[in-house]
């Protein structure tokens, strides 16, 4: 194990190799861990048995860098390999090791010493094995024209598409939208969420992940925030100026969006890169199970097992009550 900034270079580009071979998200390669670093996050690199997981370091925990898989270098989860990994971080800094939603089917270490676990919401995933074609058509099975009237409203009043964006115009207008956006209004935003401005918009910048705008008149009113590894694009972000909300900005990337930009690019499935929610209930194909991951201390491990199942069930309400996310942080 070793801090970021002591890898040599043979030891990066093995990563990065590594990456290009087995990698599913972004959050498992060396430039995502460049880009934390960046942003104020102290990394520790694990390696053993062939594999390679990132870590931040904060003052009273290590949290891994990858959600869902946070080994790379193996394509299916095996809790047998992760213990190793995480037990070596535990032993030298003598922190606990946090792993949030990860695949279930790592549940498998809570039958090792310090380790724990508990659920959380499943990952919302579309097979896209058919290129989008059948996307509108599960949206309407449904129970929602919403998508077609929205579409028609977008084409009507000459909102466009601006594909796959990056560098530092990109990056800004994305923040602006953002900083537009319900999620800010509510103390949600990338600017009020620890180093995720500063993450986002290096990844941007520096062209590590891509930018689709909805524009009116060449002003950013909405952006997808996309990433792709392989054959598996992740949708890490979305949001949208709170004065376009009649358009549906969100939807209207995540249906037409999507099939326009990367409907015949050789696409396996399209993450959605999170819980349940309205969205994501007209859209997904399949899900998921996933858990969060703890070693070392139990009381602070049931501590964050209660903090992270009050948000779910805040999230979940809301869901319930067939409102988006947006409030639950009312």
């Known amino acids: 194990m070793a801090a970021l900034e002591d890898l040599s270079p043979a030891r990066v580009q093995r990563w990065q190799d590594a990456y290009e071979r087995t990698g599913v998200r ?4 060396p430039a995502y861990a460049r880009a934390l670093s960046a942003a104020g996050s102290r990394i520790l690199v694990a390696t053993g048995d062939d594999v390679v997981a990132a870590f931040t370091r904060g003052p009273a925990m290590c949290s891994a860098v990858g959600a869902d898989e946070p080994l790379l270098g193996t394509t299916e989860p095996c809790a047998a390999r992760l213990v190793p990994v995480v037990a070596a971080v535990r032993r030298a800094t003598g922190l606990p090791v946090y792993l949030p939603l990860v695949d279930d ?17 499943p990952n919302s995933l579309i097979d896209w094995t058919r290129q989008g074609l059948d996307l509108r058509d599960r ?19 000459g909102l466009v598409l601006d594909h796959g964006t990056t560098g530092e115009a990109a990056a800004r207008d994305m923040l602006a939208v953002d900083d537009r956006s319900w999620k800010a209004a509510r103390g949600q935003s990338m600017r009020e969420r620890g180093d995720q401005a500063a993450l986002y918009g290096g990844l941007v910048r520096d062209g590590v992940v891509g930018v689709t705008f909805l524009r009116d008149g060449g002003a950013p009113v909405a952006f997808r925030l996309d990433s792709r590894a392989g054959d598996r694009l992740t949708c890490l972000k979305w949001s949208y100026d709170e004065s376009y909300r009649r358009y549906s900005p969100g939807l209207y990337l995540l249906t037409e969006g999507l099939v326009r930009q990367w409907g015949d690019r050789g696409l396996r499935v399209v993450d959605l890169f999170g819980g349940p929610d309205t969205v994501k209930d007209l859209l997904h194909t399949h899900r998921v199970p ?8 139990p009381e602070l491990g049931a501590a964050q097992a209660r903090d992270r199942r009050a948000l779910d069930e805040r999230t979940g309400r809301a869901r319930d009550g067939g409102r988006g996310l947006r409030h639950a942080f009312e």
């Open 105 to 121: 089917r790592y549940a498998e270490v809570s039958g090792h010493g310090e380790f724990a676990c508990w659920d959380r919401p």
């Open 139 to 157: 949206v309407r099975e449904r129970g929602t024209s919403q998508p077609d009237r929205k579409r028609r409203l977008v084409e009507r009043d």
């Open 26 to 29: 972004v959050q498992q390669s």
């Open 290 to 297: 996933r858990i969060d991951v703890w070693c070392g201390d």
